[in-house]
């Protein structure tokens, strides 16, 4: 079949002969920059080497089989077709039910609440439902990194500030001259990926004043909420004053080990919902039917299942950060997710990417370089994270790998 | 605080479909509205999701092997050569599959070509991404596609067209000769052709989909979404794709991670077995819409109905109210459901009003609001309740008594 075009650039090349180029489709100026992400990078890299990857946040163990059991009963009861676009009705009650359990707020689940892809669709639908382009938004660096994707995609322009080691403690003084009369809204994520850090009540108090007195919106992404480790999560929608301007975001997948469910909700007031609910409408129209039905069985676990999840994951972590201490590493104190970030300098590289390139195919362990979660990746050359959401074995098998090879300089 | 709210979120209504959906729930109406199948998904492909659950297909991953298949496939039906390694992005759905694609080549103050009647989610899509809707109205009854409206529709800011084939709401397959004026517009002006093309496998009377990417210097200039859902009854599953040339494939891989990151993992495991299904498998599936095509003709006609334009493809049929009927769309709607207990979708929320640069009378526009559109995507027994219910709305003359 012939591909002849009439857009072409012909080209002579040294022996002469003509050569046809064609024009590629043009990709959006804005989107330019934003490339294969690192987690696929490096995961692709820790396969070719064989290496232990405690690199991208997911467990290398199953959800509980009670849940799987709900999504295979689903699947065989039909329930196969789409699902209301703002969620299967049982489900939003159910997560209402949460909702109330975990902050006291009674909400309305037919008006309040919104399911979606995922908390990173929760995210995408936040920002291009009620950002406007040229509106500010503050984020706090490190970001997971679909925040600066997805403000881009809205035409947001983006005010940062930095935590910073060793407690990444909210600079109050550098908050308080940022939050101003024009900010539009503020995206905090608590507990926080990568640094594990959790807002104080100090902390979102501060915030939450600030927001109040300049009209600003909270979008709060939550997925750790149940991986909270050194002191109790608190949901900024609890304070007095903000549930009316804060978007709550959060999903299945962390709390019951099922990533790649892509079952998340944003719970915000009428007014913020319906922006959430119009962009959800566009991006995916609906989320997956069998596994909102499993989710609603899954929220109504016993106390005992988070209880354990907390156990256990507290278990794993006091293996990888003993393990890293032996190692060398300087290691900052992590309260909550399954995450801990490090001081990678001792071992004498030149930054964290090169720190993490030499850790795989040297050492064969997988980290994540931290300057991707940064505006300016000068402010995250000396830092790496690592993952515990791996079963005990690995992570001992991780340990031991570094032990043996990584080397103080 | 509404205040709040983007600008682009304020001119958004919410769906006519849905809000007709509820109407009919409460009236516990029958309902040819909605387009999704009331009737199971293939058993194998369903234990194929429960298989994938089982064997801890649980976490984020991409599923390659869907990539593979799909490349076959665009080989054996069009004979085009996809690499599938680099030009197919697997998103949750084709919503979110054209979602990204027009994120990945809109610019703001971009205009996109789009024809009309059309499914309503594609301008919201637009809108979403700064791009300006422009609408080719196809031409009743037969929705044909007239050259000089396409033509003339093209500016220096056009960057794509939306070509949904076969369509919804009409049940329209854009003939080659269709594919041709359109890829020859697209050649001329520098544009990108974004196709929907989820009814692909639903066809009728020997009449076959054709991508408009295997037309000459069209598939580099041509993104192709399309899924699962409707192929295979899964609707709920959201597993689509988008198949482009290497650079817009990988912008919008690259922007589906950052809106929802990962498509269902167990479903993707399952969407190899629905892949590999059988030529048999999609011989049935045309058969028996035709089947559920004709019957639902056949009903419309014996309630005064006079179709002009068999559907060709889709599950949809999109009906002229008889002359002599004198509601509109939508009170002809809400009557059925009162006195019928049967819900269709009133052909207005498809139209997009004036377009082209022509000042045409409210005459010409009359039409947007005097069709309905009936899916016809349900089981035997449930169309069958529908022509009873039809039927009961005949009175003791043989006219239909909804309307005199």
Known sequence: MSTASTQRDTVSTHDGTLQITQQPVQVAKRLEKFKTTIFTQMSMLAIKHG??????????????????EAAIQAIKDGKNQYARGYGVPDFNNALAARFKKDTGLVIDPEKEVTVTSGCTEAIAATMLGLINPGDEVILFAPFYDSYEATLSMAGAKIKCITLRPPDFAVPIDELKSAILKNTRAILINTPHNPTGKMFTSEELNTIASLCIENDVLVFMDEVYDKLAFEMDHISMASLPGMYERTVTMNSLGKTFSLTGWKIGWAI??????????????????????????????????????????????????????????????????????????????????????????????????????????YLNPEDGKNLVRFTFCKDEETLRSAVERMKEKLKKK | MEEKLSSVAKTFTPSPIQELSHLAQRCNAINLAEGFP?????????????????????????????????????????????????????????????????????????????????????????????????YVPLDPPRWTLDPEKLMSSFTSRTKAVV???????????????????????????????????????????????????????MQERTIITSSLSKTFSITGWRIGWAIAPASAASAIRNIHVKITDSAPAPFQEAALTALSSPTKYFEMLRIEYQLKRDFCMKLLNSVGFRIQFKPQGSFFLFAELPKDCLLSDVEYVKELIRQAGVVVVPGRGFFHGKSGSDQPSDESFRHQKRYIRVAFCKTEARLCAAAQKFGELMNARGSPKLYC
């Open chain 2, 38 to 134: 009331d009737f199971p998904a293939p058993p194998c492909i369903k234990q194929a999701a429960v298989s994938a659950i089982n064997n801890d297909f649980n976490q984020y991953r991409h599923v390659q092997g869907i990539c593979d298949q799909l490349a076959l496939k665009m080989n054996k039906m069009h004979g085009l050569n996809i690499d599938p390694l680099t030009d197919i992005a697997i998103c949750c759905g084709q919503t979110e599959a054209f979602a990204a694609a027009v994120f990945s080549i809109i610019d703001k103050g971009d205009e996109v070509l789009l024809f009309d009647p059309c499914y309503e989610t594609y301008e919201g899509c637009i809108a979403m991404a700064g791009g300006i809707p422009v």
């Open chain 1, 268 to 373: 915000a007031p009428p007014h913020l919902t319906w922006g959430v609910r119009q962009a959800h409408s566009f991006l995916t129209f609906a989320t997956s039917t069998p596994m909102q039905w499993a989710a609603t069985v899954a929220l109504r676990a016993p106390d005992s299942y988070f209880e354990e999840l907390k156990r256990d994951y507290m278990a794993k972590k006091a293996i990888l950060v003993q393990g890293l201490k032996d190692v060398g590493f300087k290691v900052f104190p992590s309260s909550g997710t399954y995450f801990v970030v490090v001081d990678h300098t001792p071992f004498g590289l030149e930054n964290d990417i090169a720190f993490c390139e030499y850790l795989i195919k040297e050492v064969g362990v997988v980290a994540i370089p931290t300057s991707v979660f």
């Open chain 2, 163 to 217: 070509l949904n084939s076969p369509h919804n709401p009409t049940g329209k397959v854009f003939s080659r000769e269709e594919l041709e004026v359109i890829a020859e517009c697209c050649r001329r002006w520098d544009c990108v052709a974004i196709t929907d093309e989820v009814y692909e496998y639903i066809t009728f009377d020997d009449q076959k989909h054709e991508t408009i990417a295997s037309l000459p210097g």
């Open chain 1, 51 to 68: 290496a232990i990857n405690l690199g991208q946040g997911f467990p290398n163990f199953d959800g509980p089989d009670f849940v799987k």
